[in-house]
């Protein structure tokens, strides 16, 4: 089957606007194939251990890796939860640990020869200049590697939500992420507020399909509502429950527009769409680097802060005292507010242990502590992949391999006579019309609207989440489950195939009618 240049085009349709058409034998596993087969990321998949079937079962380590096994690999659909382990992690963490052993402290200040990275001292800014393209930041001045995504969250609202008796609202979304509720809450309890008044959810539209649709439309319409009163808009880039891709850039200039300081949660956007959060003016934002960036369970988190914030402007010396015993005769430096610790001092002092705190400008001065060598290590190697790409290759296949996935779901929706079913080998099947779907999809179905993810809402019934769980994990399908009902799946163009996509709805379609 010769699909020359079809992940191409489908892309550059999709961008434009149109919705994607597969035909009618995009239903046969070789089209998935053939797709595969001309994909130009497919080598990328390489750069990965992905867990097979056998090692999803093991119970005790026993020193293989699942490369070393004579077994499948598992239908990995999981990127928005955990990434897969890229191989070069175990060759970066190596020359970390050598590092150590070998030249103790000094590995500080010291690049070793024949390592993959520099000083341990360097390491978090070398990773920002990494993330420049991938974030879309001006220069790696505006991004800090630090810490985890709800610490830097915490870190921003003490910078960022200044509340006055006036201003002291903070505006988010009705269903985020619980991480980021309880930052949001206890910043705003912290001030001395209730989030009964200073907590503002964005409710869903009722009318839409899934019920859980958040309108652009609906967001202004809360901004306006609450335009005078609001000191912050938090909201998430994608939508962790139904993979919505927000409208950033507009949501951003209406309400700074209205004076309202704008941060974006990052966590399912970050190597997943592309950003461009300096461009688009965005005050700050915060992400994790576990899911699409592929660094591991737990690993260091990020933070972007525009670089009108993070200017360093000396000031005339004033009059006052120095914190010791004296007149402070030392010109001082007017920044953004902020907590600071000594990893956030500018470098050319950091070692010289003054008390007076002189920021690093742009968003590293927001460090507060030495960041952890071994985790920067697994994120350098995460990030060396995304060096052999664009996030624009990465994006067109993303827009074409859930697009194919949601063509494929939606013909399980679709009433045929029962000698038009599919099962997994590609033939007939008999099957029978359930008197209403047995699932629907949540994620918008314009696909400018979503990234690499869609969630599937199965039918109320008992037991069923339980039920279809099993039945894929026993086939070595490894996917997100949200109680009560939903299904996330995530078909990350870095290490996800085609064909994978078309044995989890065959997969799928037996779990669910079974």
């Known amino acids: 089957m010769d699909l020359s240049n079809e992940i191409t085009s489908k892309a550059k349709l999709i961008r434009a606007g149109q919705t994607p058409v597969f035909p009618p034998e995009a239903r046969d596993w070789r089209y998935a194939e053939a797709l595969d087969a001309q994909d130009k990321l497919a080598p990328l998949r390489d750069e990965f251990l992905i867990p097979t079937v056998s090692s999803l079962k093991k119970k005790a380590l026993t020193g293989t890796q699942p490369q070393d096994e004579d077994s499948k690999p598992c239908i990995y659909l999981i990127g928005n939860s955990l990434g897969a382990q890229p191989k070069t992690v175990r060759k970066y963490l190596d020359a970390q640990l050598e590092t150590w052993a070998s030249i103790g402290v000094n590995g500080h200040f010291t690049p070793m020869g024949n390592s993959p990275l520099t000083s341990w001292q360097d390491m978090a800014e ?150 461009a959060l300096h461009d688009w003016n965005v005050d700050f934002a915060v992400w994790c680097t576990y899911k699409y960036i592929n660094a591991g369970p737990g690993a260091i988190g990020g933070a972007f802060v525009h670089e009108r914030h993070g200017q360093v402007v000396p000031a005339a010396a004033a009059n006052g005292t120095n914190g010791t015993n004296g007149t402070n005769s030392e010109a001082r430096t007017n920044y953004t507010p902020r907590l600071a610790g000594w990893y956030g001092n500018d470098k050319s002092v950091r070692f010289n242990m003054e008390r007076t705190f002189q920021p690093t400008p742009g968003a590293q001065g927001w460090v507060i502590s030495n960041p952890s060598a071994v985790d920067l290590a697994s994120l350098s190697a995460a990030l060396e ?30 009433s045929r006579k029962p000698d038009d079913q599919v099962n997994g080998n590609g033939n007939g099947t008999n099957g029978e019309e359930e008197s209403e779907p047995l699932f629907k999809i949540i994620t918008p179905s314009n696909p400018l609207e979503r990234g690499s993810q869609l969630s599937i809402l199965l039918a109320d019934k008992p037991g069923l989440l339980d039920k279809v769980s099993k039945a894929l994990a026993d086939k070595a399908v490894v996917c997100d489950m949200r109680k009560p009902n939903v299904i996330r799946i995530a078909p990350v163009p870095l290490y996800c195939r085609f064909i994978d996509v078309w044995w989890f709805v065959m997969l799928f379609e037996n779990a669910i009618r079974s």
């Open 385 to 414: 992949i995304f060096g052999k790409t664009s996030m624009k290759e990465l994006r067109d296949k993303a827009l074409v391999i859930t697009g194919y996935a949601e063509f494929m779901l939606k013909q399980l929706l679709v």
């Open 126 to 275: 070398d990773c920002a200049r990494k993330f420049v393209p991938i974030v879309g930041a001006a220069s790696p001045s505006e991004v800090a590697i630090m810490n985890t995504l709800t610490t830097n969250l915490h870190l921003m609202l003490v910078s960022f939500y200044r509340p006055t008796e006036k201003r002291h609202k903070i505006i988010i979304e009705w269903k985020p992420f619980p991480s980021d509720w309880y930052a949001v809450q206890s910043q705003i309890e912290w001030h001395g507020l209730s989030p009964s008044t200073s907590m503002i959810e964005i409710q869903p539209d009722s009318a839409s399909s899934s019920g859980l649709y958040l309108s652009t439309s609906s967001i202004l319409a809360t901004i306006d509502a609450h335009a005078d009163s609001t000191a912050l808009l938090l909201l998430p880039g994608i939508q962790y429950y139904t993979g919505q891709l927000l409208d950033m850039p507009l949501i951003t200039k209406y309400a700074q527009e209205r004076g309202i300081v704008v941060g974006w949660d990052l966590a399912h956007a970050v190597g997943n769409v592309e950003l």
